[in-house]
């Protein structure tokens, strides 16, 4: 066997139904556990608009690009992945007469239908909990104290996001689907970590390496959150007037969010090269989440976590390292 040198990678995925997605350099690969338990691994190449309109792909910029592109490709592979693994197939007899009409209605388009309405309402739950509420909140409590706390506004704001994230987070990961999941998502980042630690993709060296990864999206929201709290602690010294009105200061704090997405892939791009002190201390809330977010996968889970990375990795490891 030759011998393989430790290296970090551009290399980064999420988990699906029963599946795992991993993105290279070059593409993208799902690998999806069937129902007849045979896992169906394809690659596609993978066009990002940054290639085609230049100034996108600029430090900051490309935050936000990068976080639209993620979203949109992580929708289309969560529905690849219900196909695929028959999560979209339901049994007539434990319908109600609701779910009958619907599949009716619908037919093989119900998992889509039900998806797409589930992310909208995803989408105006997270801006009332993380965009208004914590707002709504401060300003509430801030009346009572007669503005005693107006100058700590900022990291009040930040607090409240983040109980509000670590309490859903805790929450869901009680669910047994949830859960299972998340087993994917420790597989996704066992496997990267034994690849970055130039072993051999098997299972038994995959299950003796780490599920915490600083570049993980649960680090990405976390960073995100802590450079709200310094970016908004500074606006709202320059807009007093506007961030005592909830719905303008929220309003404003939407126009400032590209440019905390932009600080926050930054960072995670810096930390996914780096292991200083900054990294360490700015990572820690992101690393400790990951004990919820991700569970130690099985046997069987690990298989589909490395076919999925086989499948983006190329013959010259330098070609999927950092740029």
Not at 27 to 48: C, N, S
Not at 64 to 78: A, D, H, P, Q, R
Not at 288 to 317: C, F, Y
């Amino acid at each position: 066997m030759s011998e393989k040198k430790c290296h970090k990678t551009s290399v980064g995925g999420q988990a699906l139904i029963e599946g795992v997605m991993m993105q290279g350099p070059k593409g993208m690969a799902t690998a999806v556990r069937k129902p007849d338990g045979e896992i169906l691994t394809e690659y596609h190449e993978v066009k990002r608009i940054k290639d085609k309109v230049k100034f996108l792909g600029w430090p900051i910029i490309r935050g936000t690009v990068n976080f639209i592109e993620s979203m949109i490709m992580g929708y289309k592979t969560l529905m690849y992945s219900a196909e695929v693994s028959g999560m979209d197939e339901f049994d007539e007899n434990d319908m109600n007469k609701f779910e009958k009409w619907l599949s009716n209605k619908f037919g093989d388009k119900l998992i889509s239908f039900v998806t797409t309405i589930g992310s909208i309402l995803g989408v105006v739950l997270a801006f009332v909990l993380f965009m208004f509420l914590p707002v709504f909140i401060f300003n509430t409590v801030n009346k009572w104290c007669g503005g005693a706390i107006t100058d700590y506004q900022g990291l009040i704001e930040g607090s409240i996001k983040m109980l509000i994230f670590i309490t859903y987070i805790a929450l869901v990961s009680r669910m047994e689907d949830i859960r299972r999941t998340f087993m994917y998502h420790g597989a996704e980042h066992k496997t990267i970590a034994c690849y970055e630690a130039g072993m051999d993709l098997t299972v038994e060296n995959v299950k003796k390496c780490t599920r915490f990864h600083p570049r993980c999206g649960t680090s990405f929201i976390f960073v995100m959150l802590i450079f709200s709290i310094i970016v908004y602690s500074i606006v709202s010294k320059i807009f007093p007037s506007v961030a005592e009105i909830s719905v303008l200061w929220t309003l404003l704090k939407l126009l400032f969010l590209p440019l905390i997405m932009g600080l926050g892939y930054e960072f995670i791009k810096y930390a996914g090269k780096h292991d200083n002190v900054f990294v360490k201390i700015v990572s820690a809330p992101g690393l400790w989440m990951q004990r919820l977010t991700t569970k130690e996968p099985t046997d069987d889970i690990i298989e589909v976590g490395i076919e999925s990375l086989k499948a983006v990795i190329t013959d010259n490891p330098e070609d999927d390292e950092i740029k």
